[in-house]
Each structure stands twice: as structure tokens, then as C-alpha cells.
């Protein structure tokens, strides 16, 4: 009995209470309702629990919430097994925790099917909204992986309500992963156990941060509270007063949804091995998933209810369960607290079958993947039974809730909802806009010359986007080989330079036979280079298109294409380097002739005893005035020793070449002026047999020395041709690669002439 003055003080303290909440009330409302804020608003935490694993890890966050009630409102969801009577009717736990329960949903469709865990999620989905309406949290924490949790992300996901998800990342196999990882792309904020789990959801694209590693939430009551001097009275309460520390055995083996049958069967073998092993043991039923129907049904029918070693329960409260495990001889099955919780007291585990794949272990993890002789288990209990490891802090260190807490206040609700998902950065992708098709149309070009073999990535616009280089080797084979392999290069370059290539296109020395892609007969330049199927391999090769045509063919259809003989009907291509060679343009085609011998300008003969010819004639322009020819003439003056220049000496530690013709002509050496003199007008007077023939309105001289005869021959032509000629331009071309381009344009031309 207190006096009246203690009940007046008594009186006093409960009016203030009452005065305070009041208080608090008004001024939660008001900031509420007016946005008039006293102070931050509490955080209107939801907590959701399914059943006895996931309150494990909620509930050490739930005390931590509830002890600042300055700062959180706590709401408790109950749904899933925890309301299910041959499931322990586990929601009592959170009631002798003193938590006050929100809200009951039933959500379970009984079955223990496939069908049943789908309808489940429905029916939960079905009853959420209407309890998440009410209570309105700003933040709904669910854990892991089942069903139940992924219908809860689900609704808060759709009704706006910011999720915080306990354990994504980690990866364990079976449909839970997908389950997982689903929840984790609904969750706007993660609390992960493990450092792997955190790279994980970063490598899932979830924003680093809003990821929180804490550590596993169980491991806190865990490392603090498992040395319990009352241990052995827990032990001996489920197993008996004989029972001795590390001579038991707790089994826990639960359905595998994605391969029932199996599980079903590994679960009959640990039965047996169990048996026959003979020490106390622990079982814990199954949990609701499909098949667990099945499973108690095989205990049942091996008498294990009824046998003297074995206790078979539905629920052990979590803190009495710790301590069971802490001192186990060895805990066998597939549930995760064996391959979590049992590492941090170094608890030897049999891990049966594939449902925690993936998951990361202690040393104290004996993994039987496929559990599926009775021999295998047996064996492994052998393995394993009464050792002791190393406690494992994989999964947490004691501190998550602290950390989970102090995460939960920097939470800010004005944030926008909407997540971001931190995508890694990616090329851009191909355009399938006709304009951009246009542009990225390409072709693979092929420049067979005397010397090397070139191979380019030439774009719609003429631009030569990659070029590849080799000497020209000199047997057929290798050279086939080496044009394969530049080919097959420069496809996979392309694709990387976001060049579609249309086809390939080849240019080289000697006639061609342009309609079946064959080279007929070469000049000695190339070797080996006659009766050439180039079109067919190459082809093959590929999977292209492949136009093959003569050099000079070539530079003039890059003139037409990229150079000065755009928009011009009637032209000539004259291509001056080691030898002469040409194309002509007539009425904007290509003239082939009969036997693709026309335009083979270099042999015009101007002179009927003139100098040999590489053709093996006399007086052909080549043998005056290609670059062989001027250099034959330089090394005989050289010779002779008549190159020299007055007053210089001509630099001769290197080989003769035209070059040195032309420098000495330039400095005033007449006989250098002599014999350029007649090559200019060897060259001119066969240009001017082709203007006689063909008759042009335009000339172009290409190759290194057609900077050199530009001026010459069109003197030439004014001196000596008809007066209806005299007046047809000769330009130097302005093309870099004529050869490449115009082995280029023989694709694109043909390739492209779909209209768009
Ligand atoms: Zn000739």
C-alpha cells in the first residue's frame, strides 16, 4: 500500500505522461498535416515479418527501433507462417517480445505446392494495400528471400512506400535467388551481411549509396548473448537430462522448390544415415514451402516421432535455438543457419544438397552437393561430428543494428522515390536511323600493287576510316592467305568502328575480267598472278560481295566518285608511277572493252622502234615515260656521269631514281631537260591519240609523277593535238589513295543503289 502523498506523486508523473504523448501527438499531426515542423519528424518504420527465420534477423532491429522512440515509430506487420499452427504459430514469439503487432494478415494458401506459394503471394497482395494505406510508413523492412517478402516489396514498391531490404546480394541458389534479387530491385535502400553481397548489388546496378554492409542483424544477439552460463538446462530441456555438450546432432533439411522430388529424396537418406548414426538428434520440421507435406510424411513413416534418439519439433525460440546449435556435436541439412549463424561458434555443418549454392561458408561447412547415396551422408557425420573450427565472422561483427540505425536516420524523405539504377557505361548503340545507315555504310578495300598490299575501311564519304599495310608477297599462296587474313582483320575492326561493311572491293595489277572477278594475266610487277579467282575466296571468307577490277580501272572510278571527275560524264584516268596505266569514263561508265584490254593506256605506242617495253613491244608511253623508264634514263647519265648538276653534286649514295632526273632537269642539267623532255612528249602525244579516239572533256593525271607532267602534256596537247582537242583540261588529281577509293566505290556504287 503507498501512502496518499506517494499517490499524489504517482498521479502527478502519469498527468505528465499523459501530457507529453498528448503533446507529442499534436505535434506529429501538425507537421504532418501543415508541414510546420518542431523538429525532424519520426520515422514511420513498418516492420514485416513471415516467419520465425526472417524475425530472427528483424527483431534485433525491431529492439533497436523501439529504444529510440524519439527518433522511429515502430509498426509490425505479421503475415506468412508465423500464423500458422503447424508451424509453431511463431507471431506468439513477437508478442513475448513485447512488440505490438499492427497487423495479422493470413496469407498462406495451404498446400505446400508450387500453385499454393503462388496463390499465397496473390492472397498477400491482395490484403497489403489496405494495412499499408493505413499505417502509411515511410519505410517498409523486409527480409531475404521467400515469397511472402517478395509480395510485401511488391505492394510497397506499387503504393510509393520506400522499401529497405535485409540481405540482398548474397547468393544461395535455388528460386530463392530470383526471389532475392528481385526484392533487391524493388528495395530503394539495402543493409547487406557480406562484402561479396555488397559488390554484388553494386554489380546489380543498385546505387552504392543507398547500399549499407552491416553484417547480419542476428549476429549482434549472437556474439553477445550465446555464452550463456544456463546453456546445458536449454540443451537438456528439448533432449533430455543424458544428453552431453557436442553429442547431438540438430537436423534442419527444407524443401528445395526448384527440384522437389530430389530433396525429397535426400531428405529420406539423411533420415536413414541419421538413424543409423545413432546420436541424439534434434529435427526440426520443415519449413511451408512446396514439398514439405512430403517430407513429414517420410519422417513419419520412419518412425521418427516415435524413436528413442530423435526429438522432432516445429519451433524452438531463436535465443534457446542459438545455444543448441553453439553446442552441437554438428548441425546437418540445408538451412541457412548452418551455413551463417553455426560459423560464428565454429559449429561443424553438413550442408545437404544445392539449396545454399553459392552461399559464402566458414571452414566449418562440409558442402555434400549431391546427397545421393545414404553412404555419402553417413560419411560426411562421420567427417564432421564432434569437431570444433575457428569461429567465422563472415557474416557480421556484432554492430549491424547500431549501423542499420544510424543508415535509418540519414534516410531523407524528401528525396525523390524514384530509384536510380547506377548502369555501367555502355557504347552506344548502333543507330537504326536511315540517315546514320547512310553514313556508316562501308566497304572493305583491297589495293594489290608491285609493291605492297593494302587493305582499307573506306566510309560512305570516301574517307579511308583504317589502313593496313604489308609487302606483297611474292608466291600465290601466301599472298591469298595474307589477303584473307587483313580482310578478317579489318571485318572485326569495323565492327568496332561502327563501319558497316557492304562488301569488298579489289584493285589490282593486269587485266581483270571485272564480271566474274578473275585476274587474267599480270604485268611482271606481280608474280604468280595470272588465271586468279580473286572474287570466290575471298567471298567465302567473308560472307561478302566482292567487285574486282584493274588499278587504273579503279583510280578512275574513284575519280568519279570522290575527285575531280565527279558530275562529268566523259573522262581519262592516266596513272603515272612505276608504270602507266589508266581507265576511261564514257557516258559515266567504265569502258572494259572486249577482252578487258581497253584503257591499258600505257601501252599507246607513240614511236614504231621506240625503247623496249615491259609488255615485251616497242614504243609504248610506259617504256618512255613511267617511273622505270625515268629511272633507266637517270642511271644512264649517271653512268655516263652526266647527271651532274654545275656548281652541285648530286647526292648518289642512294640508288638512282627519277627523282633525281627531275632535280637535275629543275637545276639546268640539259641532258636531264632532254630526256624528260622526250618523256613529256611521249606521254602527251599518246594522251592526245586517246582524245583522238575517245574524246574527253577532261583528263586526270595521277600517281607520284603526275605533279611532274601536268604542264608538259598540256603543252603538248595544245601544240599538237587537232584544234577541237586542244582546249580538254589536264588536272593532277587531288585523291590521296585512288587505287583504295576506287576499289572502294565499286562496293558502295553497286551496294548502295537500294532507294530508300
Ligand atoms: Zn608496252
Redesign the pocket.
Known amino acids: 500500500m503507498c501512502s496518499s502523498s506517494e499517490k499524489q506523486q504517482i498521479f502527478c508523473v502519469v498527468l505528465c505522461v499523459f501530457m507529453l504523448q498528448y503533446l507529442n501527438m499534436w505535434r506529429a499531426q501538425v507537421s504532418m498535416t501543415c508541414g510546420w515542423v518542431f523538429c525532424k519528424r519520426k520515422l514511420r518504420v513498418c516492420v514485416a515479418t513471415c516467419n520465425r527465420a526472417d524475425y530472427s534477423k528483424l527483431a534485433p532491429i525491431m529492439f533497436g527501433i523501439k529504444s529510440h522512440p524519439d527518433e522511429f515509430e515502430l509498426e509490425v506487420v505479421v503475415l506468412g507462417s508465423h500464423l500458422i499452427d503447424d508451424y509453431g504459430n511463431t507471431f506468439r514469439m513477437i508478442e513475448q517480445d513485447d512488440f505490438d503487432i499492427g497487423s495479422k494478415l493470413h496469407t498462406i494458401v495451404r498446400g505446400e505446392d508450387e500453385a499454393a506459394m503462388v496463390e499465397s503471394v496473390g492472397l498477400a497482395l491482395v490484403k497489403l494495400p489496405d494495412v499499408l494505406q493505413r499505417l502509411c510508413p515511410d519505410l517498409l523492412i523486409v527480409h531475404g528471400d521467400r515469397f511472402d517478402a517478395l509480395a510485401l516489396a511488391t505492394a510497397a514498391a506499387l503504393m510509393n512506400i520506400r522499401i529497405l531490404h535485409l540481405e540482398g546480394g548474397e547468393v544461395s541458389g535455388t528460386i530463392d535467388d530470383s526471389i532475392r534479387h528481385a526484392i533487391s530491385k524493388l528495395a530503394h535502400y539495402h543493409a547487406c551481411c557480406t562484402r561479396r553481397a555488397e559488390k554484388y548489388l553494386i554489380a546489380m546496378c543498385e546505387d552504392h549509396s543507398r547500399i549499407l554492409l552491416a553484417g547480419c542483424p542476428s549476429y549482434d544477439k549472437l556474439l553477445s548473448t550465446h555464452h550463456r552460463e544456463d546453456y546445458m538446462d536449454i540443451i537438456k530441456s528439448w533432449l533430455g537430462d543424458k544428453v552431453q555438450e557436442h553429442d547431438y546432432i540438430v537436423a534442419l533439411q527444407h524443401p528445395v522448390t526448384t527440384d522437389i522430388q530430389h530433396s525429397i529424396k535426400i531428405y529420406g537418406l539423411m533420415l536413414d544415415a541419421l538413424i543409423c548414426f545413432n546420436k541424439k538428434t534434434l529435427i526440426l520440421f520443415p519449413n511451408i514451402d512446396a514439398g514439405s507435406k512430403e517430407m513429414v510424411r517420410a519422417m513419419r513413416k520412419k518412425g521418427i516421432e516415435q524413436h528413442p534418439n530423435f526429438r522432432a519439433v516445429k519451433h524452438i525460440p531463436f535465443e534457446q535455438f542459438i545455444q543448441l546449435v553453439c553446442h552441437a556435436g554438428c548441425m546437418i541439412g540445408n538451412s541457412s543457419c548452418g551455413v551463417r549463424e553455426a560459423g560464428a561458434f565454429g559449429t561443424p555443418v553438413i550442408n545437404l544438397g544445392t539449396r545454399q549454392t553459392g552461399r559464402e561458408t566458414g571452414e566449418n561447412v562440409l558442402h555434400v552437393r549431391d546427397a545421393d547415396t545414404y553412404n555419402k551422408i553417413y560419411h560426411a557425420l562421420e567427417l564432421q561430428f564432434g569437431k570444433r573450427y575457428p569461429c567465422s565472422k563472415i557474416y557480421g561483427d556484432g554492430n549491424a543494428v547500431p549501423r542499420i540505425l544510424k543508415f535509418l536516420r540519414t534516410i531523407n524523405l524528401d528525396e525523390p522515390l524514384q530509384k536510380t539504377f547506377c548502369f555501367p557505361p555502355v557504347k552506344d548503340s548502333i543507330s537504326q536511323d536511315i540517315d546514320h545507315i547512310l553514313e556508316t555504310q562501308s566497304a572493305l578495300s583491297v589495293d594489290l600493287g608491285g609493291t605492297n598490299l593494302r587493305v582499307a575501311i573506306v566510309c560512305m564519304m570516301g574517307k579511308i576510316v583504317k589502313k593496313y599495310t604489308q609487302p606483297n608477297p611474292k608466291t600465290f599462296e601466301a599472298r591469298m592467305q595474307l589477303i584473307l587474313k587483313m580482310c578478317s582483320e579489318a571485318m572485326l575492326d569495323a565492327v568496332r568502328l561502327n563501319c558497316r561493311i557492304l562488301g569488298v572491293g579489289v584493285s589490282t595489277g593486269g587485266r581483270v575480267n571485272a564480271q566474274e572477278g578473275v585476274v587474267l594475266h599480270s604485268t611482271q610487277l606481280i608474280q604468280e598472278w595470272s588465271s586468279v579467282d580473286l572474287r570466290t575466296p575471298i567471298s567465302d571468307a567473308l560472307h561478302l560481295p566482292v567487285w574486282v577490277d584493274n588499278d587504273g580501272n579503279c583510280a578512275a572510278l574513284a575519280e568519279r566518285k570522290f575527285g575531280h571527275g565527279r558530275g562529268v560524264e566523259n573522262f581519262v584516268t592516266v596513272i603515272t608511277g612505276t608504270g602507266i596505266g589508266g581507265g576511261i569514263i564514257h557516258n559515266s561508265e567504265l569502258v572494259h572493252g572486249s577482252t578487258f584490254c581497253a584503257a591499258e593506256l600505257?601501252?599507246i605506242m607513240v614511236s614504231l622502234d621506240g625503247p623496249e617495253?615491259?609488255?615485251g613491244?616497242r614504243g609504248?608511253i610506259?617504256?618512255y615515260a613511267s617511273g622505270q623508264a625515268l629511272q633507266r634514263e637517270a642511271k644512264r647519265l649517271h653512268d655516263e656521269d652526266l647527271l651532274k648538276v654545275e656548281g652541285r653534286d648530286m647526292k648518289l649514295l642512294e640508288p638512282v631514281t627519277a627523282a633525281h632526273l627531275i632535280n637535275a632537269a629543275k637545276l639546268g642539267n640539259s641532258k636531264a631537260e632532254a630526256a624528260l623532255n622526250k618523256a613529256s612528249t611521249a606521254l602527251g602525244v599518246g594522251i592526245i591519240n586517246i582524245l583522238h579516239i575517245v574524246n574527253p572533256s577532261l583528263v586526270i593525271l595521277s600517281g607520284v609523277l603526275a605533279s611532274y607532267y601536268q604542264a608538259p602534256v598540256q603543252q603538248v596537247i595544245t601544240e599538237r593535238a587537232l584544234f577541237s582537242a586542244q582546249s580538254i583540261k589536264v588536272l593532277t588529281s587531288d585523291l590521296e589513295e585512288p587505287a583504295l577509293l576506287g576499289a572502294a566505290s565499286l562496293v558502295l556504287d553497286y551496294a548502295t543503289r537500294r532507294t530508300y
Open positions: 600505257g601501252h617495253c615491259s609488255c613491244s609504248c610506259e617504256a
